[in-house]
């Protein structure tokens, strides 16, 4: 396993959710309209918008102890038994801190 290039799988994906967080962040800063009708579409936008932006946190919350442990020599080790994680379940799904028995 390359960790260089996890490293920069990761900070590239963490570059993606900064930049759409930063987007979902402005859209939910702009004023609502006037119109009753146009303010509650609005909100139910603004509802799926917290939502992905809550996800979105989610997985940087993920990518950033998942290159802690890049960074502390703990990356590919399960943090629950100790045994390493596979380089397939790493690749698919970088910031796994389980091997795939324990998760």
Do not use: H, Y
């Amino acid at each position: 396993m390359d960790l260089t290039e996890q490293k920069n799988k990761l900070l590239n994906r963490r570059a993606e959710l900064t930049g759409a967080l930063a987007e979902i962040e402005d859209k939910l800063d702009d004023p609502m309209p006037k119109d009753w009708e146009d303010r509650a579409s609005e909100r139910q936008g603004d509802e799926v918008l917290e939502a992905l932006g809550n996800a979105d946190l989610d997985e940087l919350r993920r990518i950033d102890a998942a290159l802690g442990r890049i960074e502390d020599g703990t990356f590919g080790i399960c943090a629950k038994c100790g045994d390493p994680i596979s380089d397939e379940r790493l690749v698919a799904v970088p910031t796994a801190a389980l091997c795939r028995t324990c998760a």
